[in-house]
């Protein structure tokens, strides 16, 4: 895995060439070489170059595919605010162990304001998440509060 100072060094000379390679890429990850070259107007070679630098310097972490929830019968989502009993290492690291094992939750970020994480549920329904709401974060004893957002729409969503 890169150091942050290899990523950081590498940053700083991103060039608009390679902004357009890394926007193309985000839109399509699967995209060919040559299709990306002739997008970013660069020879297939040194836009080939370029790709493996941003891999090898840890710019690009590496590849997914965006899965659609509803067709796996997951239709309902939810962002959810999580407010720990108390702020110590030992409460955080059992909270993020229990919340490792949670197939419903999607996203874990540990945030600053209010709450202490930020979850992303994927679900069924709304009974599939009033349980994981009761019978899984309400059970685990580090959970002080919780707040639920649910996700109405979502006209721009770029995560990948």
Do not use: W
Request: with cysteine; proline share 2%; glycine share 6%.
């Amino acid at each position: 895995m890169p150091k942050l100072a290899d990523i950081l060094q590498y940053m700083t000379q991103i060039d608009i060439k390679t902004r357009d390679i890394l926007h193309e890429l985000q839109c399509n990850g699967r995209i060919t070489n040559l299709e990306l070259a002739a997008k970013v107007n660069l020879s297939p070679s040194a836009c080939l170059r370029r790709v493996q630098e941003l891999e090898r310097t840890g710019v690009i972490a590496g590849y997914r595919a965006v899965i659609n929830p509803a067709a796996l019968g997951k239709g309902f989502t939810a962002y959810i605010g999580v407010g720990l009993c108390d702020h110590t290492k030992k409460s955080q690291e059992a909270f993020e162990r229990s919340i490792a094992n949670a197939t419903e939750v999607r996203e874990c970020h540990n945030i600053t304001g209010t709450f202490e994480y930020l979850l992303r549920v994927e679900v069924a329904d709304l009974a599939a998440y009033k349980l994981f709401h009761t019978d899984g974060l309400g059970t685990l004893a580090q959970v002080s509060s919780i707040m639920s957002y649910v996700v109405m729409g979502s006209p721009k969503d770029e995560r990948a």
